[in-house]
Structures are given as structure tokens and as C-alpha cells.
Nanobody, 118 residues
Framework: QVQLVESGGGLVQPGGSLRLSCAGS????????MSWYRQAPGKERELVAVITSAGGTTNYADSVKGRCTISRDNAKNTVYLQLNSLKPEDTAVYYC???????????WGQGTQVTVSS
């Protein structure tokens, strides 16, 4: 059974930091590019960051560039998203996505809420 389980979300003050984790199971994690997406209320889901299967390449949305780091540990089947200097506009549900490097197979996690508010 394929699972992607996000954790680490919560309420944080502006300027604060959070580290999100996404643990995968039931599939060949090291053969999947991993991404973080987010969806704010009333808005479409948007890509935040992506990391290739071996972790050699990362890309970020302009809105988080310089404040965000995606990383992965293939030995632990886990991808991370470090969010710094958080802003109220970062408030959203953050989703983890796994995309098979050799085809169209893709999996989603259930999401974790991040709320940035004073």
C-alpha cells in the first residue's frame, strides 16, 4: 500500500521557521522525484519545490526562493521542506508529491496545514 505521510505543520509567527517532513512507503522512493505543493484557501494548488530522485537538482518557486530548502534522505524514504522567514502569505496546506522518474505514476500525501499568523 502506497503512503505519503506529511508532518511538521502548525501555527508559527511571521519570521519563524518550520520543517516539514514527508515519509513514503510502499513504493521505490529512490526512483521518484519528490515535490512539495501548497494550496491556500480559494487558490489553486501551486508547486513550491522539487528535488530529483538522487537529490542532485532542486528547483523552487519564485515566491519561496531564498527562504526554502528541499532535501531528501533516500535511506529513510523521507523528503523535507525547510521554511524560513515565514510570511502570512505562506499559509496553506502543504502537500507532498512523488513522481516516478520513468513514467507518469504519481502519488500524493494528505497534506499538512501551515498557518503563519501573529
Amino acid at each position: 500500500q502506497v503512503q505519503l505521510v506529511e508532518s511538521g505543520g502548525g501555527l508559527v509567527q511571521p519570521g519563524g521557521s518550520l520543517r516539514l517532513s514527508c515519509a513514503g512507503s510502499g513504493f521505490g522512493f529512490s526512483n521518484y522525484a519528490m515535490s512539495w505543493y501548497r494550496q491556500a484557501p480559494g487558490k489553486e494548488r501551486e508547486l513550491v519545490a522539487v528535488i530529483t530522485s538522487a537529490g542532485g537538482t532542486t528547483n523552487y518557486a519564485d515566491s519561496v526562493k531564498g527562504r526554502c530548502t528541499i532535501s531528501r534522505d533516500n535511506a529513510k524514504n523521507t523528503v523535507y521542506l525547510q521554511l524560513n522567514s515565514l510570511k502570512p502569505e505562506d499559509t496553506a496546506v502543504y502537500y507532498c508529491n512523488a513522481k516516478f522518474r520513468y513514467g507518469a505514476l504519481s502519488y500524493w500525501g494528505q497534506g499538512t496545514q501551515v498557518t503563519v499568523s501573529s
